[in-house]
């Protein structure tokens, strides 16, 4: 064993030793400064306890709490922040209910979220997918919960309690299903006309946000990956590989509407997919078809009978509107429970 080969290994395992130390380290200070902002909250809330008869109190004595404890330490108590600490204490009440992968800023975020199924479902999801600030922002923003709950079509209130519970759980193929997907990251004006190969060429380059809001266990395998039946090669957009499902996952990229003629195409490519790429250990290949809109076609008739998993969502370039999905919401679980009758 030559000196360059030892001094390769002792200073890879001293890079080891050094990375897990400070991750060990970043992961007390966050836990000691999640223990104290809660028993900061509490201290407040039981302050305010005893000047329950005071209604002017909560306020003077917060602001004046900011000013002092500024003052003396520094940032990250303004009165917003004392505000949020409250919050945290009221909402999660022990630090035996936190999770160990998330941060004060994390927990910020989600204290934003009045509702609190909702807020127990971003919570699960970010520790599950270790999501950085950043990307739980953006997934509160293009209304994840409320996307995943109209995907299916058969959103009601177990629904709910299962999403809040554990998350996004992928067991099915139609639990990797989204609608609508959400491009805002691509910058794109709503309703521009775009050629295909444009779109395909700005999901590449964003490839890393593309990849997030399909949603877990996702690795992209290429684009324009050939399929040859009969001498004639085809072309499918996009191949990824899902291995939480174990199964190849083929998409179809339209700018226009929804066509039914795109399903029999991509079933080709499914089956070619099924025989000849699939290893003895991967599930049947999936295929999404991305559109624009699903316009006026029966999915069922052209979706059904098929052997093959197809499903057709829509996507659009801006972040939808969250009234008008949280009221979609509402209507079906309302539906839900009067049909129920």
């Known amino acids: 064993m030559t000196n360059d080969i030892i001094n390769k290994e002792l200073v890879n395992k001293i890079e080891s030793l050094l990375k897990n130390a400070r991750e060990k380290v970043v992961r007390e200070v966050n836990n000691t400064l ?18 329950i008869d005071d209604i002017e109190y909560e306020n003077k004595s917060l602001r ?32 035996q209910t936190l999770s ?26 970010c520790s599950n997918a270790r999501w950085s600030v950043r990307e739980l922002r953006r997934q509160i923003e293009s209304s994840l919960y409320e996307r995943l709950l109209l995907s299916n079509g058969k959103t009601n209130k177990e629904k709910v309690l299962e999403l809040a519970l554990k998350g996004n759980e992928i067991n099915t193929p139609e639990d990797i299903i989204k609608d609508p997907y959400v491009f805002e990251f691509l910058g794109l004006p709503e309703n521009k006309p775009l050629m295909e190969s444009d779109l395909e060429e700005s999901l590449i380059k964003q490839i890393e946000k593309f990849i997030l809001e399909l949603g877990k266990g996702f690795m992209f395998v290429g684009s324009q990956q050939r399929v040859t039946y009969k001498n004639v090669h085809y072309y499918v957009d996009m191949v990824f590989y899902n291995k939480i499902l174990k199964s190849y996952v083929l998409i179809e990229l339209k700018t226009s509407q929804f066509m ?54 829509k996507y659009i370039t801006v972040l939808p509107k969250k009234e008008e999905l949280i009221k979609q919401v509402e209507m079906i679980i309302h539906k839900e429970k009067n049909d129920g009758r």
Not at 277 to 287: A, L, M, W
Request: with cysteine.
């Open 34 to 51: 999640l223990i104290t902002y809660m028993e900061i909250g509490k201290a407040i809330v039981e302050d305010e306890k005893l000047h």
């Open 64 to 95: 004046y709490l900011s000013k002092v404890l500024t003052n003396k330490f520094g940032k990250g108590f303004s009165l917003a922040n004392l505000h949020f600490m409250v919050a945290f204490y009221k909402n999660y009440g022990s630090v």
């Open 100 to 125: 160990k992968h998330l941060g004060w800023s994390h927990y910020c975020e989600l204290l934003s979220i009045s509702d609190k199924d909702k807020r127990s479902f971003y919570e699960k999801e």
């Open 260 to 313: 039914p003629e795109a399903v029999g195409q991509l079933n080709m490519y499914l089956n070619y997919y099924a025989a000849e790429v699939n290893d003895e250990y991967d599930n049947p290949p999936i295929g999404i078809i991305l559109c624009t809109d699903k316009g006026n076609v029966n999915l069922e008739y052209a979706l059904g009978g098929l052997n093959n998993k197809i499903f057709a969502s």
